[in-house]
């Protein structure tokens, strides 16, 4: 019996021994965790990166999207019907101003020409006895005036019917390439019929919407570059109108770039990355964008004073992939911590290794 109790006391105290080592041992990692294993009980340096402030030119650039126009494009309908007779235009192909791309049948409008024209001959003869009656007394002025009046509808008639004919040969408004053809010949076409397309993509219009706070910046003449999907080429066009006003959904200012496209690489109703040159900011603090600490009512930087993090609440303007600028909360020379900023803590004691000034 004292054996067993023998055996339970040893038990117990080995489980006591037990646990009491853990809690030791918790708490010693614990401490090491926090930092307090340094000499004196001291917390080490935390070891981060930082860059100095320093003033430099910033060139302000603004990256969109906008959408690639032909200079000129529309869609090709005839503007009388009929039967399309003729077609003188290959698909894909170059044209010039003025040529005939289709011929719409026009025998019924010459018949109609043709009795016009009697009638005019007819009505131009009894004007001109009515004028000799007329001198002569012969009859009143009334009687002038009706047949003056029947000459002057002949004619009338005779130059619609000629203007219907000449709507029957429809000609290429400007040059450019003419699209795939969606008619043969022998199709009653109509005002409503799609023939095909025309557009001259010699130059192209670059389309872009343009924030209300940079609205006041953009100007006739200015320069823009773009660049589009599937080519590494970087490409330049001309500011060349603005709206007049911001539009009020979305706050944007609609502008419009044109550009050479001689050798034909931008086609139209592609989408085009324009970056947007803006305002050259001088004297400017630009440092890395993972400084910044988004805080409730504004942005935060920690920078080294006395070898201790603290914090400075700034002011950001623009921001770019890599920086952003400062506008206040931060003087030339200043250091700013780059790494470790969501856990530091106002006063930590840190340890600077210097990289790069931004750019």
Same mark, same amino acid.
Request: glycine residues 6%; aromatic residues 8%.
């Given at each position: 019996?004292?054996?067993?109790?023998?055996?339970?006391? @040893? &038990?117990?105290?080995?489980?006591?021994?037990?646990?009491? !080592?853990? /809690?030791?041992?918790?708490?010693?990692?614990?401490?090491?965790?926090?930092g307090g294993g340094g000499k004196d009980g001291k917390k080490p340096p935390m070891a981060v990166n930082g860059v100095v402030v320093a003033p430099q030119e910033f060139a302000n650039t603004l990256s969109l999207s906008g959408s690639i126009e032909a200079?000129?494009?529309i869609e090709v309908h005839s503007e009388v019907s009929g039967i399309?007779?003729?077609?003188?235009?290959?698909?894909?192909?170059?044209?010039?101003?003025?040529?005939?791309l289709v011929k719409i049948n026009d025998i019924e409008l010459r018949a109609q020409a043709g009795q016009a024209k009697t009638r005019q001959t007819l009505a131009a003869e009894n004007e001109r006895r009515a004028r000799l @009656? &007329?001198?002569?007394?012969?009859?009143?002025?009334?009687? !002038?005036? /009706?047949?003056?009046?029947d000459y002057k509808t002949a004619l009338a008639q005779t130059e619609l019917i000629n203007a219907q004919i000449g709507k029957t040969s429809i000609r290429a408004p400007f040059s450019g390439t003419i699209g795939l053809r969606n008619i043969s010949p022998g199709t009653y076409?109509?005002?409503?019929?799609?023939?095909?397309?025309?557009?001259?993509?010699?130059?192209?219009?670059?389309?872009?919407s343009v924030p209300e706070k940079y609205a006041s910046q953009m100007k006739?003449?200015?320069?823009?570059?773009?660049?589009?999907?599937?080519?590494?080429?970087?490409?330049?066009?001309?500011?060349?109108?603005?709206?007049?006003?911001?539009?009020?959904t979305t706050r944007t200012l609609?502008?419009?770039?044109?550009?050479?496209?001689?050798?034909?690489?931008?086609?139209?109703?592609?989408?085009?990355?324009?970056?947007?040159?803006?305002?050259?900011?001088?004297d400017a603090f630009v440092i890395p964008t993972e400084a910044i600490v988004p805080v409730q009512g504004g942005k935060k930087v920690f920078v080294v004073r006395n070898g201790q993090a603290q914090e400075a609440t700034v002011e950001t303007g623009t921001r770019t992939d890599k920086d952003i600028v400062v506008l206040s909360g931060l003087k030339a020379?200043?250091?700013?911590?780059?790494?470790?900023?969501?856990?530091?803590?106002?006063?930590?004691?840190v340890k600077v290794s210097l990289t790069k000034k931004a750019k």
């Open positions: 019996m004292k054996v067993k109790y023998i055996v339970y006391t @040893l &038990l117990i105290a080995g489980v006591g021994a037990l646990v009491f !080592y853990r /809690i030791s041992e918790n708490k010693k990692q614990k401490m090491d965790a926090a200079n000129e494009q399309a007779e003729k077609i003188f235009f290959t698909e894909g192909a170059k044209v010039s101003k003025g040529q005939v @009656l &007329l001198q002569k007394e012969a009859i009143s002025q009334e009687e !002038y005036d /009706i047949a003056s009046a076409v109509t005002p409503t019929t799609l023939i095909t397309n025309l557009v001259n993509s010699s130059q192209i219009k670059i389309t872009f006739v003449n200015s320069v823009i570059t773009f660049t589009v999907s599937g080519s590494n080429e970087t490409f330049q066009a001309k500011v060349y109108a603005l709206e007049p006003s911001v539009e009020v609609k502008v419009r770039a044109i550009a050479e496209n001689a050798q034909g690489k931008l086609l139209p109703g592609t989408f085009a990355n324009v970056i947007l040159p803006l305002d050259e900011v001088k020379g200043d250091t700013v911590l780059t790494t470790g900023v969501l856990t530091l803590k106002k006063e930590t004691p």
